[in-house]
Structures are given as structure tokens and as C-alpha cells.
């Protein structure tokens, strides 16, 4: 499918190219292109980089957990709060989120999240740049009794600034940790 999107096209696609990919396993993917003079849509070859970034990303709204740039180990569901939420996390999963502009400062001083877990929960580690990027905050989740039964969690976050590729670092025991529906900074 085609999208025009603030004066650009984008063809919308999908291809077994990941890991473990194929006829029934495919992914979606996406390429920025120019129509040709004439109206004709031109030939187009699949990247792995996929189209440019549109625009940054607001911390300070409310983002879907299942803002994913790019991910590993996690899937997603339908919450019991509507939408979809994050699952099937367990240590070491990891979500990037990609262009997340903090601002100047002080910057954002910490950081909430809806969470969910019948087990006993693990920790989000807050990451600039890549999966063992700089620290800037760690969130620790409890069980919550059930994993649609939704609590926040809050933790302090120290003072980010700028433009970055955010990662959100799943860490606990062994099994599934917890869900994770929303999260938002507070500046
Ligand atoms: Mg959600």
C-alpha cells in the first residue's frame, strides 16, 4: 500500500528478510520514494534502513509501548485497557524507539510506565544510543496479580537533554517478566 505522509510517498510492503523469516513469517517494511514525472510509481529497491525518520518524538506525551523502531524478543497483544500492550518480555529483550527529543534543560527528570505481571516484574532500564548505552534511569516493576492488571511505576531519571535513540532494557529473572501498555517522561 501507498501512503502520502506531510509531502512524501511511502510504500508499504512486507518480506521473510528477518532471522527466521518466510512465506508465513513475514514483516512489515517500508520505503520513502518520488513519483515519476509522468505519475508513474518508479522502480523501488527493499532496504534495510528503511524511510527516514518523519519527525522526533515527544517523551513528554503519552507513548504506546508498541513504539518500536526496531525490538528483540518482545510481541504485543490487545490490553484489557484498549490498544495493545507490550508482552512476552523476559531478560534481556530490549525495544529501541528512535529520535525521542528531550529538549534543553533540565531535561526530563523522570519517568512513568503502565505495567502489568502475574510474575514478580524485573526492572526497565532507560538507555541512550544502543543496549548498553549511557544509564539514565532504572524502573522497578512488582507483580501486579495479574498481566492485564495495570499499575504505574515511576522512577527519577537524570536530567536527559537532546535528541536520542531511546532504549527501553528489559532485565529480571527467568520466565516472563512483565507487560508494559504506555510510558511518558515528566521533564
Ligand atoms: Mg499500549
Same mark, same amino acid.
Given at each position: 500500500?501507498? %501512503?502520502?505522509? *506531510?509531502?512524501?510517498?511511502?510504500?508499504?510492503?512486507?518480506?521473510?528478510?528477518?532471522?527466521?523469516?518466510?512465506?508465513?513469517?513475514?514483516?512489515?517494511?517500508? #520505503?520513502?520514494?518520488?513519483?515519476? @514525472? &509522468?505519475?508513474?510509481?518508479?522502480?523501488?529497491?527493499?532496504? $534495510? !534502513?528503511?524511510?527516514?525518520?518523519?519527525? =522526533?518524538?515527544?517523551?513528554?506525551?503519552?507513548?504506546?509501548?508498541? $513504539?518500536? !523502531?526496531?525490538?528483540?524478543?518482545?510481541?504485543?497483544?490487545?490490553?484489557?485497557?484498549?490498544?495493545?500492550?507490550?508482552?512476552?518480555? #523476559? *531478560?534481556?529483550?530490549?525495544?529501541?524507539?528512535?529520535? %525521542? @527529543?528531550?529538549? !534543553?534543560?533540565?531535561? @526530563? %527528570?523522570?519517568? $512513568?510506565?503502565? %505495567?502489568?505481571?502475574?510474575?514478580?516484574?524485573?526492572?526497565? #532500564?532507560?538507555?541512550?544510543?544502543? $543496549?548498553?548505552? =549511557?544509564?539514565?534511569?532504572?524502573? *522497578?516493576?512488582?507483580?501486579?496479580?495479574?498481566?492485564?492488571?495495570?499499575?504505574?511505576?515511576?522512577?527519577?531519571?537524570?536530567?536527559? =537533554?537532546?535528541?536520542? &535513540?531511546?532504549?527501553?532494557?528489559?532485565?529480571?529473572?527467568?520466565?516472563?517478566?512483565? *507487560?508494559?501498555?504506555?510510558?511518558?517522561?515528566?521533564?
Amino acid at each position: 500500500g501507498i %501512503v502520502d505522509f *506531510n509531502g512524501g510517498s511511502y510504500f508499504f510492503y512486507h518480506n521473510g528478510a528477518l532471522p527466521g523469516g518466510g512465506g508465513f513469517t513475514r514483516s512489515v517494511a517500508v #520505503e520513502k520514494f518520488t513519483y515519476n @514525472a &509522468d505519475g508513474t510509481i518508479p522502480t523501488m529497491n527493499m532496504t $534495510t !534502513a528503511g524511510a527516514p525518520q518523519v519527525g =522526533t518524538l515527544s517523551p513528554y506525551s503519552r507513548q504506546e509501548a508498541e $513504539t518500536i !523502531a526496531w525490538e528483540t524478543g518482545v510481541e504485543t497483544e490487545p490490553s484489557s485497557e484498549g490498544g495493545r500492550n507490550v508482552g512476552w518480555i #523476559e *531478560n534481556g529483550d530490549w525495544i529501541k524507539v528512535k529520535g %525521542v @527529543a528531550f529538549g !534543553a534543560s533540565p531535561g @526530563a %527528570v523522570s519517568f $512513568t510506565a503502565r %505495567v502489568a505481571s502475574a510474575a514478580s516484574g524485573g526492572r526497565i #532500564e532507560l538507555r541512550l544510543g544502543g $543496549t548498553s548505552g =549511557t544509564l539514565v534511569g532504572t524502573c *522497578n516493576v512488582s507483580g501486579t496479580g495479574g498481566w492485564q492488571n495495570w499499575v504505574n511505576v515511576s522512577c527519577p531519571v537524570n536530567g536527559v =537533554t537532546g535528541t536520542h &535513540d531511546l532504549y527501553l532494557r528489559f532485565a529480571g529473572g527467568s520466565g516472563y517478566l512483565f *507487560n508494559v501498555n504506555w510510558w511518558q517522561f515528566a521533564a
